[in-house]
């Protein structure tokens, strides 16, 4: 269960970020504790055929960890910006990473919360709300996506001419902010991501706020029986974007709940999951991202 899942999130104290210096300076390792236990049918790709590191990104005020992948052979490669869940860079989004280096990626993950804490080390998700994700300001995710870009550049293996990038559940949300926010962007493919909820100071808009500012296609995967997403707020989402003539899907999976990609946890739909995977990377062709 997530934040969207527990109902806690958009309900989250306005709280102004103070905290100086970073928590995490390195990624955890294997799955956040508050997902145990790990599903059987989790999903492993192994890094054969792929260069696949953790890495430092500057960003304005030091650095965050990152999760890197891409082919060990060529380049540079079009370029996925991830954007994690709640839980993190966990194994489940580093996994994620190394599926999009095998379809001939570049796919980076930054450690989006670093300032705020490590979200692997809770037990318990309305612990980890309170204490970290509400404590994260938008405009620093968008600051510090804008530097995870700016980092894939500056490799030389990274072609962010065609710069797309995708998220899941509370990353899912970010994507349809990020949309808005960077005039480069290509493509964009949000998993359940939450569409209108109370704003805080820190988390000022959602989507259905930005319609009208998206700078990017966006492809929306929802499922109709997500119990803290209602099927009611997508469609004003996919009305919206009609209504300010830009280019959005929205697919709504019929008897499937949140985080249907999530193989390591018991919401996982395989037949929703794998048609998803497929319609995200068809967008990324389709929208020059490939």
Known sequence: MDAVESGLEGL??????????????????????????????????DATGLDVAEVKVPVTDGSVPAY????????????VLV????????EHIKDLCRRLAKAGYYAIAPELYARQGDPSKYTDIPTLISEIVSKVPDSQVMSDLDATEAYAKGTGKADTAKLAVTGFCWG??????????????KA????????????????????????????APVLGLYGAADTGI????VERMRAACKAA??????VIYPDTPH????????SYRPEAAKDGWAKMLAWFKDHGVA
């Open 12 to 45: 989250l104290p306005r709280s102004r970020w103070s905290r100086r210096g970073f928590v995490m300076t390195s990624l955890a390792t294997g799955f956040a504790l508050s997902v145990q236990p790990v599903s059987a049918e989790a999903i492993h790709t």
């Open 68 to 79: 890197r992948a891409m082919p060990d052979k060529g380049g540079p490669f079009p370029t």
């Open 83 to 90: 954007v994690q869940e709640i839980f993190g860079v966990h």
């Open 172 to 185: 899912g949300g970010t994507v349809w902010r990020y949309a808005a926010h960077n005039p480069t962007l």
């Open 188 to 215: 964009a493919v949000a998993w359940y991501g939450p569409i209108d909820r109370p704003r805080t100071e820190l988390q000022p808009k959602y989507p259905i706020d930005l319609a009208a500012d998206l700078k």
């Open 230 to 233: 209602p099927v009611e707020s």
């Open 245 to 250: 003539n830009k280019t959005c899907e929205i």
């Open 259 to 266: 985080g249907f990609n999530a193989d390591y946890r018991p």
